[in-house]
């Protein structure tokens, strides 16, 4: 496959992956407990930054996706001031752009983060996609196998046996 063809099927995996991916959780068994309105929001905010990695770059999981994991991830333990504060930010975000008209309480509404919270989230978000589409290929692999089987099945099934018996 050449540069460009596989450039076009990166791109259009990457768009179907906005839509049927996963959502990366904390394992622990909280991921049922994620309000529906979040999954909405993970599920427009991937096709937005799906559009913006076409214009400027390198992709990422969004703010809803690391909100996600770090609802899941406070169920099971609790954590330090860094990492309240980045759950606080993310959150803040994403309920301002997908929740209008609830208020965030002005003690957990975080506007900023210091530079070593940014890069936490960063790292953060680049975890969560590389999970995501290490899913993704998994799936797609074990599709691809799946059908070959079927195919190798169905052709011993219509191959004619030749029984020869002496």
């Known amino acids: 496959m050449r540069l460009a063809e596989q450039k076009v099927v990166k791109q259009i995996s990457e768009a179907i992956g906005c839509l ?18 979040l999954k909405k929001a993970i599920t427009v905010d991937r096709l937005i930054e799906n559009v913006r990695t076409l214009k ?3 992709p990422t999981a969004t703010d809803a996706e690391a909100c996600a994991y ?28 997908h929740r209008k008209g609830v208020d965030i309480p002005g003690d957990i ?21 590389r999970k995501r ?17 079927e195919v190798a099945a169905r052709k011993k ?3 004619p046996t030749l029984a020869f018996k002496f």
């Not at 959780?25 to 407990?33: A, F, I, K, N």
């Not at 290929?137 to 059908?147: L, N, T, V």
Request: charged share 35%; hydrophobic share 30%; glycine share 4%.
């Open 20 to 37: 049927t991916d996963a959502i990366v959780v904390y394992p622990g068994g909280w991921g049922d407990t994620l309000p529906d309105w």
């Open 56 to 58: 400027e770059g390198e």
């Open 70 to 97: 770090l609802s899941t991830a406070s169920l099971c333990f609790p954590f330090d001031e860094d990492w309240s504060q980045i759950y606080f930010y993310v959150t803040s975000q994403v309920m301002s752009r």
């Open 109 to 129: 509404k975080v506007d900023k983060l210091n530079d070593q919270q940014t890069h936490d989230l960063r790292r953060l978000k680049d975890f969560i996609y």
């Open 133 to 149: 589409v290490e899913d993704r290929q998994e799936r797609d692999r074990a599709e691809r196998r799946q059908q070959r089987d």
């Open 157 to 159: 099934r219509e191959q």
